[in-house]
């Protein structure tokens, strides 16, 4: 086997075998379980490098085998696949140093990093997809072993979660399968290409293709938490802060956003599916997501359900740009994959530290916690402060992206709805920087661990880290190599095809 081929490989191996063995160890090998975590997310982050800069150089990955006549598994490295590839492989090394300090003293470690390791590598499976084939045999095995993570802490409340989760999600792959078995039958075996492969069946085809259409749309769209197929993500917080985490930023909902690029742009291709007519609906579903899970956000005061309802709203951003017609509008889709998930893996991080760290769970508690917790409450304001758009954070990028993308495309009510999510996003966000950073504290905290002033080093260093890439990519952002670049690399690719 080529290297070519054994590469792709590597990057779904390096969390899976790393996985199959943590099943097995007795919960007292701390440090053998926490070697293998990073040593297998170090070897992946090494490999999307490397395939990065080769890539890069135009060289190829891929990874196929047969299964049914006519029906191949496919890994291949493609400029979009690296982008979110180099996001959940980053991310995860981080996660995976967040959820070794969080979950030191819990019990079934052993069991919560198998299931986080395979989590990861389905993930890394959906990235690489490179036809709807293999998208979806590694989105179903997502589904599989995240429902572990969710009901990870056994209480009424995360196993009732956990219900939910497959309530949505199981009719939902079903829906995924009439698709892909539909689609199979209309087109034959074919991979993902620049400006998609759906165009020449079109003739005689249009209703069928429409359908075609609703029917991934929805069936990616309850993993991507579009209104109404939201439902189960609030109820997932549940769940501890590193599952919370791989949920929002890494994995499940920002699977969910990624397939439903895959499918606009490299199944149907983005000009033939304006010319079907279904990109003006998806741009409406869209934008009420936007908007509603704002409002929701405004209403909780438990502190991950904001941000849950947070996450329904922004990653919507990532779909609004991708069914808005244009160039800019792409960009901006693209880039706001990468800077959501690192502006909303810092506030779930954050979060999680402020309730390991002093039992904070609410909004309302959390007056006086900045001069408590500084250095969390910095990097829990530079997220926020990126969700409402405020330069020089990444959010601000994306949301310019966006906003001239849609003024590109002649939808100028799209600038209206981002213009009012960004209000909405400073109305739930403001209060709670301004509780945490000018408030007096308002009696004892509901409890502290009593280790130190902020959080423990193994909480604080990967929530400082990804606050610190939620600036620079944002200051940095035309340089060479960073997520805006290749966001034009992509898009030229998806509107020349080639």
């Not at 003739?203 to 938490?225: Q, S, W």
Request: positive net charge; charged residues 10%; glycine residues 10%.
């Amino acid at each position: 086997m080529s290297a070519q081929a054994w590469v792709p490989l590597a990057v779904v191996a390096s969390s899976l075998l790393p996985g199959l063995v943590i099943f097995l160890l007795p919960e007292d090998r701390r440090w053998l379980r926490a070697t293998l975590n990073l040593a297998g997310a170090f070897a992946k982050l090494g490999l999307v490098g490397l395939m990065l800069w080769n890539v890069g150089r135009f060289q190829e990955f891929e990874a196929r085998m047969t299964v049914l006549p006519g029906l191949d598994l496919v890994l291949r490295a493609d400029e979009l696949s690296l982008l979110f590839l180099t996001l959940s492989a980053l991310l995860w090394l981080l996660t995976t140093v967040y959820a070794i300090g969080y979950l030191e003293d819990s019990p079934h470690r052993s069991r919560f990093f198998g299931f986080f390791s395979l989590c990861v590598s389905a993930t890394a499976g959906i990235a690489l997809a490179g036809n709807l084939f293999t998208l979806f045999v590694f989105y179903e095995i997502l589904t599989l072993v995240t429902y572990p993570l969710v009901i990870h802490r056994g209480t009424p409340a995360a196993l009732a979660a956990g219900r939910t989760y497959l309530l949505y999600t199981v009719p939902a792959g079903a829906l995924l399968l009439l698709a892909v078995v539909a689609s199979q039958v209309l087109t034959g075996p074919q991979d993902f290409v620049g400006a998609g492969y759906l165009k020449p069946f079109g003739e005689g085809h249009a209703t069928t293709l429409v359908l075609l259409f609703v029917a991934l749309i929805a069936g990616f769209g309850v993993k991507a938490a579009l209104v109404p197929l939201h439902g189960w993500l609030p109820l997932a917080m549940v769940a501890p802060a590193p599952v919370s985490a791989l949920l929002h930023a890494v994995a499940v909902v920002k699977a969910g956003a990624f397939a439903i690029v895959r499918v606009v742009y490299e199944v149907f291709g983005v000009e033939f599916a304006a010319t079907l007519g279904v990109l003006t609906p998806l741009a409406v579903v869209a934008s009420v997501t936007i908007l509603y899970g704002s409002l929701r956000a405004l209403m909780q005061d438990e502190l991950k359900k904001r941000l849950a309802y947070s996450t329904v709203s922004q990653v919507s951003y990532i779909v609004l740009g991708t069914a808005l017609l244009g160039p800019i509008a792409t960009i901006g889709a693209l880039v706001h994959l990468v800077h959501q998930g690192l502006m909303k893996i810092t506030l779930f991080f954050s979060a999680g530290n402020y309730a390991e760290t002093l039992g904070v769970h609410h909004v309302s508690e959390m007056d006086g916690i900045g001069r408590r917790m500084p250095w969390t409450t910095a990097a829990f304001t530079v997220g926020a402060l990126g969700m409402i758009g405020v330069p020089p954070v990444a959010g601000f990028v994306s949301k310019l992206y966006l906003g001239a993308g849609a003024a590109q495309a002649g939808q100028w009510w799209a600038i209206g709805v981002l213009a009012g999510s960004s209000l909405l996003n400073a109305m739930y966000f403001l209060p709670v920087l301004h509780r945490a950073w000018f408030r007096p504290q308002n009696g004892p905290w509901p409890h502290e661990d009593g280790r130190g002033r902020d959080a423990r080093p193994m909480l604080l260093l990967p929530v400082l880290l990804t606050a610190l890439f939620s600036l620079g990519v944002g200051v940095l952002a035309t340089m060479p190599w960073s997520p805006l670049e290749w966001a034009h690399l992509i898009m030229r690719k998806e509107y020349v095809g080639g």
